[in-house]
T-cell receptor
Framework: GQNIDQPTEMTATEGAIVQINCTYQ??????LFWYQQHAGEAPTFLSY??LDGLEEKGRFSSFLSRSKGYSYLLLKELQMKDSASYLC??????????WGAGTKLIIKP | GAVVSQHPSWVICKSGTSVKIECRSL??????MFWYRQFPKQSLMLMAT?????????EQGVEKDKFLINHASLTLSTLTVTSAHPEDSSFYIC????????????FGQGTRLTVV
């Protein structure tokens, strides 16, 4: 079966760095997405990785290792507004998005 | 990024009535649109995929006669929840893609449906 695993909840301090991990097992791979979702709102696109390595975009970076079925989202210089759920999604061989359950990130002052 | 507009943002309806949700791509042509449903504290669940001018492809367990999807143009898709029941209360989100491989899907704002 297809499976995306990510931690249910994480807590971090304002100004710090946090890494949210995602492991996946899917039928085929056509890229991995990270989305941010604030409560009651639709997800917002953060990043897309299809090749191994680190993609940096401002305070957010995303890493992918296809051989390990592993990705992480790295958030630096955390701000209170970063409190949200972070969704990992993998596009399978049929170009369907398989979604993780999301990681709720709580930022404390 | 591209803009996808979803309307209404929230709706309350009586049990047994039908509700239509619109999803529009404002600045690009969306060849493919996806409809998702999200229950509280759960992951997004794909309901159906629609390509312009053809019938939608529904995921297993989604009743096509209850959730009517129309993708009549490259900028508009609609989801109609027919004969709504309280268990249909959920957050419905559409996303649109201009490419075949959906390398980036742009999401609408979502519609919170409450059936009373």
């Amino acid at each position: 079966g297809q499976n995306i695993d990510q931690p249910t909840e994480m807590t971090a301090t304002e100004g710090a760095i946090v890494q949210i991990n995602c492991t996946y097992q899917t039928s085929g791979f056509n890229g991995l997405f990270w989305y941010q979702q604030h409560a009651g709102e639709a997800p917002t696109f953060l990043s897309y990785n299809v090749l191994d390595g680190l993609e940096e975009k401002g305070r957010f970076s995303s890493f992918l290792s296809r051989s390990k079925g592993y990705s992480y989202l790295l958030l630096k210089e955390l701000q209170m507004k970063d409190s949200a759920s972070y969704l990992c999604a993998v596009m399978d061989s049929n170009y369907q998005l398989i979604w993780g359950a999301g990681t709720k990130l709580i930022i404390k002052p | 990024g591209a803009v996808v507009s979803q309307h209404p943002s929230w709706v309350i309806c009586k049990s047994g009535t039908s509700v239509k949700i619109e999803c529009r791509s404002l600045d690009f042509q969306a060849t493919t649109m996806f409809w998702y449903r999200q229950f509280p504290k759960q992951s997004l669940m794909l309901m159906a995929t629609s390509n312009e001018g053809s019938k939608a492809t529904y995921e297993q367990g989604v009743e096509k006669d209850k959730f009517l999807i129309n993708h009549a143009s490259l900028t508009l898709s609609t989801l109609t929840v027919t004969s709504a029941h309280p268990e249909d209360s959920s957050f419905y989100i559409c996303s649109a893609s201009s490419g075949e491989t959906n390398t980036e899907a742009f999401f609408g704002q979502g519609t919170r449906l409450t059936v009373v």
